[in-house]
């Protein structure tokens, strides 16, 4: 039992250690625009606990600390360099990247501050019910019912701001879309957390709903195969195609092809076919590989 916890014990002072190490590297972090040179940007990123950076379309590399400030090595080009510089507030704004006789200059890219712009609402419980995040002259405004209104400055970490006045760290977080939906906010001064779900993303999905619904009332309608002896009946049910006629009747979902549905677990499809103009002008009803064609009722 003594050997199983002195082997825990190093493993969470490794993993402790190997958090600290790469923490230091944040402030890198990236993406760098580049002009004049055979690639658009350089890319610095964290992989498996090593600093990285990658020169897009040419190749990538491990990053070496070096005995000088904010200089690294790149080990896949010996003697080459990747300086970082920074302002006058000590946040990182740029790169040389230096081969030789040769440098190339990157911009780092942030974040306009409108990703951040919203109304969040905070976890029950807590000190704080809700906060507005607005942008106010190039910064970041938040106003809450319970400490009032401040300014949160940018910090050298990609969506991590810094409020001055209770010494609190705010750091956004995003879904894979890359969209803002929430903050966790580190108020050092009082020793707690506090996080927050962004109310602005909850209704720009319910509005895509709403957008979504409304687009499939195009196909709504009556279309005649006069062929067959019988109408199929196209309705919006709750956000979803069903059709029905004298033949049978049932829900039908789209498909990767545009303006193509199928039944679910039956060899069923049906493809409105469209004029330049953006008009149905047939819906091409396939059962069982026999397709069969019906026209919009007058």
Known sequence: MKKLSLLTLVALFSFIASAQDTE????????????????????????????????????????????????????????????????????????????GDNSVDGIREFPTLS????????????PVVEMEIGEEDGLLSVETAEFGKSTIENTSRI????????????????????????????????????KAKREML???????????????????????????????????RDGRIYAFSDQGEGFMEPTDTEHKFEADGMDVSIEFMMSEEGEITELVLNYQGTPMSGTPAK
């Open 24 to 99: 230091k590297y944040q402030k890198y972090l990236g993406n760098y625009t580049v002009e004049n040179a055979p690639f658009e940007k350089i890319i610095i990123s964290l992989q498996g606990g090593s600093f990285w950076g990658e020169t897009v379309g040419q190749g990538d590399s491990e990053l070496l600390e070096s005995d000088v400030e904010n200089t690294f090595e790149i080990e896949a080009l010996p003697g080459a360099t990747l300086v970082f510089k920074m302002n006058e507030s000590n946040i990182v704004t740029a790169l040389t990247l230096a081969m």
């Open 115 to 126: 990703d951040y712009a919203g109304h969040y609402e905070f976890e029950e419980g807590g």
């Open 159 to 194: 969506d991590v701001f810094y409020e001055s006045n209770y010494d609190s760290d705010f750091m956004f977080q995003r879904n894979d879309e890359g969209v803002v939906t929430g903050i966790q906010i580190n108020v050092k001064s009082q020793g707690m957390t506090l």
């Open 202 to 236: 909850v209704m720009e999905e319910e509005v895509q709903e709403v957008l979504e619904e409304m687009s499939l009332d195009f196909y709504v309608g009556d279309y005649d195969f006069s062929d067959m002896g019988f109408t199929l009946t196209i309705e919006n």
